[in-house]
Every structure is written in structure tokens, then in C-alpha cells.
């Protein structure tokens, strides 16, 4: 079983920048890929950042490319999501995701994951 906790959510102005964190308790965290996604108001939620359980693969939403950067450290069992020039169309729940334990690669797909956050609010203000 996996527990992961997100923080680092707030309100920021546009051109601004937010570091999110998700904490994973549980086993085998270098062995999962991690991923964030995010749900804006009246959306479906949608794919962001992607990394292999090495850290030595990414992969991004085309909307946050150049702008975020996902990375990991495996001695802390943490995922970070920096995300740089904030845009409006930025605001959202941010979720970090699990995938099941030896499943490292990574994926943009929400049926990867087995594991999921309880989100973490952006709001990003003009």
C-alpha cells in the first residue's frame, strides 16, 4: 500500500513560480513511476509531468513543457513539480500518482496509476 501526501499548493501571480511536493510512504517507491496530473474547475483531469522510478526519464503535457519540471529523490521517497511562468490556465488541483510497485517506467495514462493524492489546490491570479 502506498500514501502520498502533496504540498506546496498556494496562490501565486502570473509569471510566478510554486514548488509542489508529494511525500509516498510504503515500499519500493524507486521501483514506481510517479506522475502529476491536475483537474481545473468544470474539467476532466488531465496528464502534466511523468518520471521513472530511476528519475532518468520524463515526460510532459504539452501545456507545460519548458515551463515545469518533475523530479525525484528516491532517499526521501519524494516527487517535486516545479513549475515556473505560472499562467492562469495553470489553476487547478494538482494530484500526484503512484504506479503499482515495480511498474517503473513511465505514463501519461490515469489507469497507470494505482495510487493517487488527495490533491493539492494552484490558483493563479492576474
Known amino acids: 500500500q502506498v500514501q502520498l501526501v502533496e504540498s506546496g499548493g498556494g496562490l501565486v501571480q502570473a509569471g510566478g513560480s510554486l514548488r509542489l511536493s508529494c511525500a509516498a510512504s510504503?515500499?519500493?517507491?524507486?521501483?514506481?513511476?510517479m506522475g502529476w496530473f491536475r483537474r481545473a474547475p468544470g474539467k476532466e483531469r488531465e496528464f502534466v509531468a511523468a518520471?521513472?522510478?530511476?528519475?532518468?526519464?520524463?515526460y510532459y503535457a504539452d501545456s507545460v513543457k519548458g515551463r515545469f519540471t518533475i523530479s525525484r529523490d528516491n532517499a526521501k521517497n519524494t516527487v517535486y513539480l516545479q513549475m515556473n511562468s505560472l499562467k492562469l490556465e495553470d489553476t487547478a488541483v494538482y494530484y500526484c500518482?503512484?504506479?503499482?510497485?515495480?511498474?517503473?517506467?513511465?505514463?501519461?495514462?490515469?489507469?497507470?496509476?494505482?495510487?493517487w493524492g488527495q490533491g493539492t489546490q494552484v490558483t493563479v491570479s492576474s
Open positions: 500518482a503512484a504506479r503499482p510497485s515495480f511498474s517503473a517506467s513511465i505514463s501519461s495514462r490515469e489507469y497507470a496509476y494505482g495510487y
Open positions: 518520471i521513472s522510478g530511476s528519475g532518468g526519464s520524463t
Open positions: 510504503g515500499s519500493n517507491f524507486s521501483n514506481r513511476g
